[in-house]
């Protein structure tokens, strides 16, 4: 039910904007957030935004990504900036709602590699 796009190959340092939409509408969306699973490695969380737009990064991203929503189109992106090879994952978006019902993405692979 959600559609996740943006991924692809970059250049250490580059950007990439990830952008994640209902196929439907989806009533009393609390968070938003993305994750990503590395390759050998479990899935992690990202950043997340509440419905207050208050948002939370995991370390290794703070200071590069930038996670936003517009609730109005049921979507939510995230800006990611100076990428590094650790970067490197399959990033999922994610949206839970007042009653704790959870709706992922499919995935969409970012590569980032010289």
């Known amino acids: 039910q959600l559609q996740a796009s943006g991924g692809g190959l970059v250049q250490p340092g580059g950007s990439l904007r990830l952008s994640c939409a209902a196929s439907?509408?989806?009533?009393?969306?609390?968070?938003m957030g993305w994750y990503r699973q590395a390759p050998g490695k479990q899935r992690e969380p990202v950043a997340a935004i509440t419905r207050e737009d208050t948002t939370n990064y995991a370390e290794p991203v703070k200071g590069r990504f930038t996670i936003s929503r517009d609730n109005a189109k049921n979507t939510v992106y995230l800006q990611m900036n100076s990428l590094k090879p650790e970067d490197t994952a399959v990033y999922y978006c994610?949206?839970?709602?007042?009653?704790?019902?959870?709706?992922w993405g499919q995935g969409t692979l970012v590569t980032v590699s010289s």
């Open positions: 994610n949206f839970r709602t007042l009653t704790m019902n959870n709706y």
């Open positions: 439907r509408k989806i009533f009393s969306i609390n968070v």
